[in-house]
Structure formats: C-alpha cells, structure tokens
C-alpha cells in the first residue's frame, strides 16, 4: 500500500493497477486520476493527525479473479474502472445503462490509520461533500466479511466527464453508502 502525504507530488503509481504495475494510463485516466488526486490533497488537509493509504487504484476487468481471491467484491458498476468497459451481468442494471459499464469516471479505495476511527472519518466525509466542500461523488464505507481492514471508497463527480443530461441518468446511483459484508451488499448512509 502506498501512504498519501500532503507533501506529495501527483505520481500516477498511486492509481496504477495492483496486479498489472506496468500499466500506463490513458490520457483520459491520467485526467480522472488526477482530478481524484486533487480532492485527496484536501482530505488529507482536514484530518491531519491521520494517515491515508493508497489499496486500490485502477482495476483492470481482467484483474477481477485476484480481487475476488482476496475477498474484495468489486462491483461491475464501480468507478475503479476509469472508463475501461466491463459487462452487466444483472438484467436491471442492462435495462438501465446497457450491456457495458462504460461510465466510470475514477475512483480510490483507502485504508486509514489514526486519532480518528475510520467510520468518524467517513462521516465527515459525507457530510463536507454534501456541503459542496468536496468534490465527490461517491463515498462509501466498507468493512466487516472476509476484509482483514476496512476501507473507504471515494470517486469523482460524474460530471467530470459528462455533461448534466448524462450526469442525470447517471443519477441512480446512492451516493453515501456503507456495507458491512465486505461490499456483498450495502445501505444506504444517511446522516440528516
């Protein structure tokens, strides 16, 4: 795992793909990863006292197989794709978006060690990016199962690659959620 300071300088290592190093990203993923990076920085800012590691990047669809070994359940309709296109195996998720998940636009998973216990950090999180503070997306708090560590999963806003008619459609998705399974299934994270 890679350790996230504030001193850091963007590196793509910190978004290449666990099983695949070599992976060069794309322009556009170098982009996603980049936006991403810049939220990171401000997160890192908040909760000085605390240290945040880099677990998962970007995933290749064929990396999938390893993940699952290693008892992390990545959903097809994740953001840790960066735009590669991966299958719907589910009927409903067909009927609303297609045979591919192609709308992935960047994510991270981390690992957190510090003061503050990891579901604190998560909700302030929520809270900050539901108060426009934070650019997110997506934050989601996943633990228990076959997971020795649980870990927080935050993505870009889907407006970072597409416009609002498409960012709406996109809009399905539950923004805050936890799961306590190790990401088999999830609640939705409501703090008003």
Known sequence: MS?????????????????????????????????????????????????FFKDIGLVLPEELPLYKRQNFNIPESSDLYYGLPVPYTGKSKKFVY?????????????NIEGSLSIQEIFQQLVKTTYLHKLRLWDIALVSGGQLKDPYIYISNLKSVMYNARMTRRLRNKQRFITSDNGGISHKIYTFL
Do not use: C
Not at 10 to 33: D, G, K
């Open 98 to 110: 297609g045979d591919w998940n192609t709308y992935s636009v960047g994510a991270i998973q981390l």
């Open 3 to 51: 350790r996230l300071q504030i001193t850091d300088v963007w590196s793509e290592e910190y978004f290449t793909p666990r099983f695949h190093p070599q992976y060069r990203l794309t322009y556009i993923q170098r982009f996603m990863a980049k936006r991403l990076y810049d939220e990171i920085l401000a997160i890192l800012e908040m909760f000085p006292d605390t240290q």
